[in-house]
């Protein structure tokens, strides 16, 4: 399945073969939205659901190795590890508040304990998804994926860290190359997921956005940052 939301909507020969479904959504509602519209459209045969963005690069033996999974009811997803260029970013550990300190898991195994994983390249059980009634859409783009590691461990399901490894450019890391219309869709996403789901960490939160709004005062260059920051603290 292919979910284009460029303006115009695009012909490859690729979106003519029989196995590929294209479908075109000028609107560009978000990730939450057009994964939902992918699981509808899934046949009752299809077990598995692998999300990927328009810049994910797989490895030649990604799905070969997805294909020699053993799943159980269990297992919820199974995950491989991201890097930005030499850096891995994906996945962590999240039974501690999410910040740039977090500790990387680097291991292929299966996991039981609570992490988080950016959505490039999961693979989820489609069981899974169904039970939960998809993905939600409080969260059309940001924090999509800390909601759902969330909700697999509140269900007590498990997840397996593959040996995979895949590049992605995860831009909001970088205050130079994110908008500010972006950064304050962050802010209003974390926001809303301590709030009302993540509620036992919302203090830590309000204290890392605090610190967040210094550290940006004394290092970012775009002054807007800083201020959308601040006024995300005395929101919450």
């Excluded at 500790?103 to 939960?132: H, P, Y």
């Excluded at 009302?196 to 610190?211: A, G």
């Excluded at 709004?213 to 006024?231: D, G, H």
Aim: proline share 2%; glycine share 2%.
């Amino acid at each position: 399945m292919v979910y284009d939301n460029s303006l115009i909507s695009q012909e490859e020969p690729l979106f003519m073969d029989e196995h590929v479904s294209y479908y075109h959504n000028s609107a560009n509602p978000g990730l939450a939205v057009a994964y939902n519209y992918a699981l509808a459209c899934a046949f009752q045969s299809i077990r598995y659901f692998v999300t990927l963005d328009h810049d994910s690069q797989l490895t030649a033996t990604y799905f070969d190795t997805i294909l020699r999974l053993k799943w159980s009811k269990e297992l919820a997803a199974a995950v491989p590890m991201v890097y930005d260029q030499e850096k891995q970013i994906s996945p962590v550990f999240a039974d501690h508040y999410i910040n740039r300190q977090v500790e990387i898991i680097n291991r292929s195994q299966l996991f039981t304990n609570r992490l988080m994983a950016i959505n490039s390249g999961v693979v989820f059980s489609v069981d899974f998804l169904k039970q939960l009634g998809g993905f939600n859409l409080e969260f059309p783009l940001d924090f999509l994926d800390h909601w759902i590691f969330w909700s697999i461990f509140q269900c007590k399901k498990v997840v397996f860290v593959l040996s995979e490894r895949i590049e992605h450019d995860l831009s909001v890391l970088d205050y130079k190359k994110i908008s500010v219309a972006r950064y304050r869709s962050i802010l209003q996403a974390e926001n809303h997921f301590y709030q009302k789901y993540d509620k036992q960490l919302l203090q830590t939160h309000r204290k890392q956005l605090l610190l967040r709004t210094i550290k940006q005062f004394l290092t970012v260059k775009n002054r807007k940052i800083w201020r959308l920051t601040l006024r995300s603290f005395v929101e919450m």
